[in-house]
């Protein structure tokens, strides 16, 4: 009698508590995030130098620096200015994968310029300084 109760008791417990493991991987895997990472430029050095997110994340780069300018994420095509001494939010969506640069541009720096490359106005130049890296959901 009592192996009868016990095989009834798996018969009908064990697959419950496979379906629920299954279950648990398969919702495992986090879809798009709201990420915020602080992120401190200083003497043309990015902390972290390599920033991590998933494809899809909306993220918020809270930029710290020791310069006023702007920052540049290539292949976004994204720019945001920042002033010395400000923490300042770089929001995007982070919907292309790969490695991207990005680049750190000192203030009197023009980046619009008509032909579509850089110029220099004024002492200020072009830096790479990190990178951000999107892995793929």
């Given at each position: 009698m009592k192996k009868s109760i016990k095989f009834r008791f798996g018969i009908i417990f064990f697959p419950l508590i496979l379906s629920l493991a299954l279950l648990a991987v398969a919702c495992g895997g986090a879809g798009p995030q709201q990420r915020e990472i602080a992120v401190k430029l200083t003497a043309g050095q990015l902390d972290p130098g390599t920033i991590k997110v998933g494809q899809n994340d909306t993220v918020t780069l809270k930029i710290e620096t020791d310069q006023p300018g702007s920052v540049h994420l290539?292949?976004?095509?994204l720019e945001q200015d920042i002033g010395s001494g400000d923490i300042t939010d770089f929001v995007f969506l982070a919907d292309a994968s790969g490695r991207f640069r990005i680049a750190f541009h000192a203030a009197g720096v023009d980046h619009h310029q008509a032909s579509g490359g850089h110029h220099e106005v004024a002492d200020g130049e072009?830096?790479?300084?990190?990178?951000?890296?999107v892995q793929p959901r």
């Open positions: 290539h292949g976004y095509d072009e830096v790479d300084v990190g990178f951000l890296e």
